[in-house]
T-cell receptor, first 114, second 115 residues
Framework: EAQVTQNPRYLITVTGKKLTVTCSQN?????MSWYRQDPGLGLRQIYY???????DKGDVPEGYKVSRKEKRNFPLILESPSPNQTSLYFC?????????????FGPGTRLTVT | AQKITQTQPGMFVQEKEAVTLDCTYD???????LFWYKQPSSGEMIFLIY??????QNATEGRYSLNFQKARKSANLVISASQLGDSAMYFC????????????FGIGTKLQVIP
């Protein structure tokens, strides 16, 4: 089954404790992206990647890191989480060529930082 | 910079009626793509429809159509024959070059379908 998976789905952590949210897709998509969703703000893009070793900042990259060492994986790293990073996080992927740009979203990761 | 504006925080529609969800955008790019996504209360993001800036015809996907007015920079979603399952948040989004690079979402419109 074609899908984007994220782990963990729920996470409660404390300020300053490094964490990684994993994202994996099995569709051989070149493009992958991370978003955060906050009430009243919609989805905001954190980082995106056009291919392996190619990443770029979205609109809200501060406090986040990403890496794209393999085509299928695009982990989101919070080196020192803070309460303002409490949010619902989505990973998404899509083809780059021959597509309408439709993004396939993962199920989301609800992160709480206390 | 690109911007998406959705001015309707909430909408109600009677079952089987049509409804239009508004979306206006702003961009300096000549080539771009416009999207609509649905987010039911269960939380997943579901792609509905895509319109390229150079597409001459409005996009349609089943009961969904995108009313694209380039000169007015609007990309409204029309849902025909509303169903109870259409109750959800709807997000308009855009990206330069039709889906690649930066993607900007609007804040969404919550649609409730009344029996």
């Amino acid at each position: 089954e074609a899908q984007v998976t994220q782990n963990p789905r729920y996470l409660i952590t404390v300020t300053g404790k490094k964490l990684t949210v994993t994202c994996s897709q099995n569709m051989n998509h070149e493009y992958m992206s991370w978003y955060r969703q906050d009430p009243g703000l919609g989805l905001r893009q954190i980082y995106y990647s056009m291919n392996v070793e190619v990443t770029d900042k979205g609109d809200v990259p501060e406090g986040y890191k990403v890496s794209r060492k393999e085509k299928r994986n695009f982990p989101l790293i919070l080196e020192s989480p803070s309460p303002n990073q409490t949010s619902l996080y989505f990973c998404a992927s899509s083809l780059l060529s021959g597509s309408t740009g439709e993004q396939y979203f993962g199920p989301g990761t609800r992160l709480t930082v206390t | 910079a690109q911007k998406i504006t959705q001015t309707q925080p909430g909408m109600f529609v009677q079952e089987k009626e049509a409804v239009t969800l508004d979306c206006t955008y702003d961009t300096s790019d000549q080539s771009y793509g416009l999207f609509w996504y649905k987010q039911p209360s269960s939380g997943e993001m579901i792609f509905l429809i895509y319109q390229g800036s150079y597409d001459e015809q409005n996009a349609t996907e089943g009961r969904y159509s995108l009313n694209f007015q380039k000169a007015r920079k609007s990309a409204n979603l029309v849902i025909s024959a509303s169903q109870l399952g259409d109750s959800a948040m709807y997000f308009c989004a855009m990206s330069p070059s039709g889906g690649y690079q930066k993607v900007t979402f609007g804040i969404g419109t919550k649609l409730q379908v009344i029996p």
